[in-house]
């Protein structure tokens, strides 16, 4: 892919292993530790060595090359001498671009999104300012999801979501600051998934509160829904919680004109028979509207 042109690719699902790791059961760790650095300070030192010869072009061509080659790790490597020793050359910008794509596709989600804020911070009015604010918001996206999301044997609203709704606030920004994005297409889809994903985690919550008594905190996540995530599918649930919350409260003249909102959106809802409202974990009468 080329940073000019095309959406960054999207990975495939992996399923992992993950392999524990720990400290040597016959000592020698701190030994270990000190020839990894040792080793470390000499690479980045035969690197700088290696680099001082070579001009902004050359440095910048065998970047390119290295992309080209698929070689990501070399390829960070040339983009961040360029990047430190020539920061106001020729190449500078286009450099942090391929920065951003080069974190990406090795999966270093934090530097993917520390590069792009970087780059949007310094270039806002950059014609590929929504390429960058774009891979802000894949990387943020990438770091929210689970290896068995998409088999479906989890339920990652159930997860952490941080991750996620940084995305979310960061496709819609770039929706709302560049509509004629050719990557405007793709965040509209994820905002519409990510929407539905955050609206059913704030359920989760209000279904903790509701099942423990705590009806208030209930109610207000039902209404955060209703009011930040409109267009969501969990709308009319969060209704329905906003009801059975105002039960529990005892606040039946609130509970009857939620009701009326949640029988004028969702007749069919499950807590419905016809106009009346049946409580799942409140101990109260039903209502009627």
Not at 73 to 93: N, Q, V, W, Y
């Amino acid at each position: 892919m080329r940073v000019s042109n095309t959406p960054a690719r999207f990975a495939a699902l992996l399923l992992a292993t993950s392999l524990l790791t720990g400290c040597s059961l016959f000592g020698g760790g701190a030994d270990d530790s000190r020839d990894e650095g040792a080793s470390t300070s000499s690479q980045v030192a035969d690197e700088e060595v290696e680099y001082a010869n070579l001009g902004e072009r050359e440095l910048y061509e065998e970047a390119r090359e290295s992309l080209d080659r698929g070689n990501f790790t070399a390829a960070i490597s040339r983009l961040e001498a360029l990047d430190t020793r020539f920061p106001f050359g020729g190449h500078a910008e286009q450099a942090q671009l391929e920065l951003i794509y080069a974190y990406y596709e090795i999966d270093d989600w934090e530097a993917t999104r520390a590069a792009a804020n970087r780059f949007i911070r310094l270039h806002p009015s950059h014609p590929q300012a929504d390429y960058a604010l774009y891979m802000r918001g894949l990387a943020a996206w990438q770091a929210g999801r689970f290896s068995l999301e998409r088999l479906k044997l989890i339920d990652i609203s159930k997860r952490d979501l941080g991750a996620s709704r940084d995305a979310y606030t960061d496709f819609r920004e770039l929706v709302r600051l560049y509509p004629n994005s050719q990557y405007a297409p793709d965040a509209r889809q994820r905002i519409v998934y990510l929407r539905n994903l955050l609206s059913r985690h704030e359920l989760h919550v209000a279904d903790y509160y509701m099942r423990r008594g705590a009806y208030l905190a209930a109610v207000e996540r039902g209404r955060w829904v209703v009011e930040n995530y409109p267009e969501s599918e969990a709308t009319r649930d969060a209704l329905a919680v906003m009801v059975e919350g105002y039960l529990g409260l005892e606040m039946r003249d609130r509970a009857r004109e939620v009701l009326r909102v949640l029988i004028d959106n969702a007749p069919n809802h499950d807590q419905l028979r016809g106009r009346t409202f049946e409580p799942r974990h409140v101990d109260a009468e039903s209502i009627s509207a």
